[in-house]
């Protein structure tokens, strides 16, 4: 019986439709048992972890693995059906593009999934951010479709010396047309690799402009001041410029300085004790560290002060000082303390003498 079994099967796999038909029937049901078997029991191991990542993840794995089994089993059989070099070759060809476009859409997909989900905990990672999520995705996106190109022209054994020249010279070309965008797109990307400031901070841009960070983009970064006025500065501008990040800290709180001159002969402890008594009534200020005054230096007019004060958030910089300035100047006239300001004497050594205005004048002749 096993003899005849397998001369039947001898027989019938002689004939190359049937062999055909062997090859697809293989390639669908071991399909469809990784669907089937494989599929769930990764699908129960998922459910162990806390993140949906992998649930995600897998959900863009099996139609990939699925089709790449079939597409596999066709391939295959259409090689054991055609016996011609040249028709193999191109079935070879097709069967490796097709593969390379199934995993290129995944890798994509899987892409988009992870650096969403990193966006989200933009707290943990800093190189990127909710706000810069389209640009790592679009240089993700750029990166994997360069790769699948070079894989199916490799496929369909094309020579890549010509292309990776003509890319080489439109490449310069295009450097040099777009400099400045390069710049700024260059800059974006060192930007957030070395991340000075994040979305949310406070930053200062060359000691002249000074808001809170709203957007980084792919060409520039957006700050929104206290006037309430966007401002767009290119990426390459602040490549090059000295930033002062007001919030990178471990907290949000920063210190606020106010100079203050008072007269000579000034009672330095009476001003110490009124200084600070000021400085303890202003509001938004930070409870959990006290003020503190600094006798600064003997000036050329004035003895120098230096009021220092914790604020709670740097949006408040401006209303601490405002209201500090204007507690200490009460202060200090209720105090009766001079507040010197800057003035000259001027010293005559001798008046003119008397006489006539032309007195001493050279005479000229008429």
Known sequence: MIEQSRLWLDLHLQNQFWRVGLILGVALVLALLARI??????????????????????????????????????????????????????????????MVLIWGRFAVNVGAIIFRKLSD????????????????????????????????????????????????????????????????????????????????????????????????????????TRDNVEITVPNAVIGNAKIVNESSGPSPRMRVRVDVGVAYGSDVDQIKELLLGCAREVDYTSSDQEPS???????????????????????????????LNTRIYKALAAAGVEIPFPQQDVHVKSWPTTGSPNEGAPQTEK
């Not at 959900?59 to 090689?79: D, K, N």
């Not at 004035?302 to 220092?308: G, P, R």
Request: proline fraction near 3%.
């Open 37 to 98: 078997i494989l599929v769930p029991f990764m699908n129960r191991l998922s459910r162990r972890t806390a993140s949906n990542l992998d649930d995600r993840v897998l959900a863009q794995l099996w139609p990939a693995v699925f089709r790449t089994i079939l597409l596999q089993g066709v391939h295959i059989a259409t090689v054991d059906l055609v016996r011609d070099t040249s028709i193999d070759n191109i079935v070879s060809g097709i069967t490796a593009t097709l």
């Open 121 to 224: 905990n933009a707290e943990r990672f800093a190189w990127i951010q909710p706000q810069t999520l389209p640009l790592i995705q679009f240089i993700y996106k750029v990166f994997t479709f360069g790769l699948m190109s070079y894989l199916i022209m490799a496929a369909w054994h094309i020579d890549l010396t010509s292309w990776l020249a003509s890319a080489g010279v439109a490449g310069i070309a295009l450097g040099f047309a777009a400099k400045d965008t390069l710049a700024n797109f260059i800059s974006g990307i060192f930007i957030l690799a070395d991340a000075p400031y994040r979305v949310g901070q406070y930053i200062i841009i060359d000691g002249t402009t000074r808001g809170v960070v709203t957007e980084i983009g792919m060409r520039s970064t957006r700050l929104l």
């Open 293 to 323: 005054v600094r006798f600064k230096a003997m000036g050329a007019s004035s003895l120098d002060f230096q009021v220092l004060v914790w604020v709670k958030h740097p949006a408040f910089r401006g209303r601490v000082i405002d209201e």
